[in-house]
């Protein structure tokens, strides 16, 4: 059997090559390659429905990238010992594939699609995720799916001062700025990442590093679709249509939208009005409209209620709660909320608010990673929850989805950058941002409230931080647009971009942006940044009226914890044989103690709720690995005795020999009656031998006695 294999190679310009091929694997999909770099290799898949379901009006697309364990040479952990749910590492990948595909697939291509992504090999320090989106637009590229690309995802990194695309995993280890930025050979539709506190310009100068960089590898997969014979896509007809229909609802509709969307009404009110128009289109249709008609009159609505909302906008400067483009709306905070918490918030901008908490742990409370690329332990851990009350709903509660998991990393990646280092903090925090009620940005308001509860909780943060997103409303006809700062639900529906920025007063600490249209020029990049940053800091002034720096001290109820660093060789002392010792201790006085060795040194630290049991810890700590120092005077315990004398504890699992002669100044001949085993004697230590053992005596710490007068000498006879 003879293979068709086509290869496109990408030089990233230091001598690391990519490899795109297709013909070999997977070849009943609609496009299949794998790429590889080094010995990373990831499969990418596409598989589209020839025909779109009745009554849908989007893109049914999912996007799935799944690393195999295979892939490392390692069998998953579990009690199934197989590859689970995805992680949500895995979930995050996935996403940043899917914000990039999404925007550039035919508006009216409606097709059930789906895209899978497979890490088959890996290499320790190549980073997978900087080339699944190359992965799964080269899919697309050798496709005849239609699709307005190719795109790519490339790593844009700050190391030692310079930007590198796509650094190895040690490398990044130094790096002042990280983005996964994604585009097209025109654009740039996708940013995520963080930073230490940079400044716009900065972001500006990475982002377009960055692109020239992706426009290299979208040529490739172009010259690879045209090798392949996929530069025809296949046609479709996915969307019924009646222009009479619609020209009807616009002309009955328009002015009754555009009039509720300038009245500056609350969102329920909005929604309300909004559909009893709809409703009343509906009613005009009459009894015997067919679904079809009634799925386009719906349709048709919406495209009303865009083009109204977005031509006040541009026309009149006025946004659909009244407010003008670049102003934040009233924000109210509180810290101290919930008694019981180590630290909480409640923090309220609009009709979006969070109540976000901070639970202090020990080192036994750290995350747990085992994928197949990355495993380890994570001690900061943020969890955003989104319950349907919070928008007024009514649905069942089935887990966390993909958007909690995304609005949290994002929260995550913004706190992160100012959290004190693990020499200043040896807790485990998990911060929990519960969405009490949302209109637009709900993952910004998790940055604001973490922030509060952080410092309400003692966390000693080196900048508060906050955070603001963007809209954009844009028209190429005319070439108008307005940037939105502080974007309702509804703007970043009918928008066109939504983006994310989050910072201190001294810089950006992380970003994300998607943008649903084509053409953003740098110029506007910038002009959105420097607004972003006006209304970022005009938030930071707001919490800062309820709490500008972290607490003194931690709250009294909150979990207190000890550090302390012994040598190496005393680490199985304080474990004990089989960890009798130290579970002994966590049992008898409370606290919970884990101890790891760090730079030849044991690290132990002390975990409890009260004082008492961290001292009492301490105590026995330092009683195991003191060293027995020559001539001071200890209080210990009969161990065993044996004809020649008695070994005496001293110390914690450092016993001495008593000899028989030491005991007193008067002679022995036999120990017997002397001790009993489990005595407690006083002793001082006279001498430690080359061998460690150690020689004790009580009798140097008795008064000697007097020596015997001698008797007098008889006198001579005469």
């Not at 994570?378 to 919070?390: C, E, M, T, V, W």
């Not at 502080?486 to 950006?508: A, P, Q």
């Not at 699992?653 to 022995?668: A, C, M, P, Q, V």
């Not at 407690?680 to 008795?702: H, P, W």
Request: hydrophobic share 40%; net charge negative.
């Amino acid at each position: 059997m003879s293979l068709n294999v086509f290869k496109k190679s990408i030089d990233l310009g230091d001598g690391r090559i990519i490899e795109i091929e297709t013909g070999k694997l997977a070849k009943q999909a609609d496009g299949s390659v794998v790429v590889k770099q080094g010995d990373t290799m990831l499969l990418a898949t596409v598989v589209s429905n020839k025909d779109a379901k009745e009554g849908v009006d989007f893109l049914p697309l999912s996007v799935d990238y799944q690393e195999k364990y295979a892939a490392a040479g390692r069998i998953p952990g579990g009690f199934l010992r197989r590859e689970a749910r995805l992680s949500d590492y895995e979930v995050l990948i996935s996403r940043l594939v899917d914000r990039a595909l999404r925007p550039l697939f035919p508006e009216d291509y409606h097709a059930e699609t789906q895209v899978m992504i497979s890490l088959i090999s890996s290499d320790k320090n190549i980073m997978p995720d900087a080339l699944v989106g190359l992965a799964a637009s080269a899919a697309l590229a050798v496709s005849d799916i239609p699709f307005n690309g190719p795109i790519s995802e490339v790593r844009v990194a700050k190391i030692d001062g310079e930007l590198v695309i796509n650094p190895s995993r040690s490398d990044l280890e130094r790096a002042t700025l990280e983005f996964i930025v994604a585009g097209s050979a025109q654009d740039i539709n996708m940013v995520e990442g963080e930073a230490d506190e940079i400044q716009e310009a900065e972001l500006v100068e990475a982002i377009q590093f960055a692109h020239a960089a992706i426009k290299v590898q979208v040529q490739a997969q172009v010259e690879l679709g045209e090798l392949v014979g996929k530069t025809v896509k296949r046609t479709y007809s996915h969307e019924n249509s009646d222009l009479e229909l619609k020209a009807k609802i616009t002309a009955d509709t328009y002015d009754k939208v555009y009039a509720v969307a300038k009245s500056g009404a609350s969102k329920d009110e909005r929604s309300a009005a909004f559909k009893a128009i709809q409703e009343e289109v509906l009613a005009a249709l009459g009894e015997d409209a067919t679904e079809t008609t009634k799925f386009l009159a719906k349709k048709y609505f919406h495209d009303v209620q865009y083009d109204a909302v977005r031509a006040l906008l541009l026309n009149e400067g006025i946004r659909l709660d009244g407010r003008h483009t670049k102003q934040i709306r009233p924000i109210w905070s509180e810290v101290g909320y919930l008694p019981s918490a180590h630290g909480s918030a409640v923090f309220t901008r609009g009709e979006t608010q969070s109540l976000t908490t901070v639970t202090l742990g020990a080192k036994d409370d750290e995350q747990l990673i085992d994928g197949a690329f990355i495993n380890g332990y994570n001690k900061f851990l943020l969890h955003y929850n989104f319950p349907a009350f919070s928008t007024g709903e009514a649905r069942p509660n089935r887990g966390v989805g993909r958007r909690e998991i995304g609005h949290g990393n994002l929260a995550m990646r913004a706190i992160k950058k100012v959290l004190p280092g693990d020499d200043e903090n040896p807790y485990t925090i998990r911060v929990v941002s519960d969405i009490l009620e949302s209109n637009g940005s709900s993952s910004m308001a998790t940055v604001c409230a973490g922030t509060l509860a952080l410092m309400d909780a003692g966390i000693k943060l080196k900048a508060p931080v906050s955070g603001i997103a963007m809209g954009l409303i844009s028209d190429d006809k005319t070439g108008k647009y307005a940037i939105l700062s502080d974007i309702l639900g509804d703007e970043d529906h009918l928008g066109d971009m939504d983006f994310k920025v989050t910072g201190s007063r001294n810089g950006i600490t992380a970003c994300q942006m998607d943008l649903k249209v084509n053409g953003l020029s740098y110029e506007v990049l910038t002009e959105a940044l420097n607004q972003a940053k006006e209304g970022r800091l005009h938030i930071l002034g707001e919490m800062e009226k309820t709490m500008s720096a972290p607490r003194e001290d931690y709250k009294p109820h909150a979990p207190r914890i000890i550090s302390m660093a012994i040598d190496k060789e005393f680490i199985g002392a304080v474990i004990g044989p089989g960890g009798k010792i130290i579970q002994e201790m966590q049992r008898e006085t409370g606290a919970t103690i884990s101890i790891e060795e760090k730079d030849n040194k044991g690290i132990i630290q002390i975990f409890a709720d009260n004082k008492d049991s961290i001292d009492q810890a301490v105590r026995r700590i330092k009683n195991i690995v003191a060293k027995p120092e020559v001539g001071e005077v200890y209080e210990g315990k009969v161990k065993s005795i044996m004809p020649f004398g008695a070994f005496v504890e001293i110390m914690p699992g450092k016993d001495g020999l008593l000899h028989i002669s030491e005991i007193d100044w008067k002679r022995y001949e036999t120990m017997d009656g002397i001790f009993q085993v489990g005595d407690e004697v006083r002793v001082k230590l006279l001498d430690i031998d080359k061998q460690g053992k150690l020689k004790l005596s009580r009798k140097a710490l008795l008064p000697r006695p007097p020596k015997p007068e001698a008797a007098p000498a008889e006198t001579p006879q005469a």
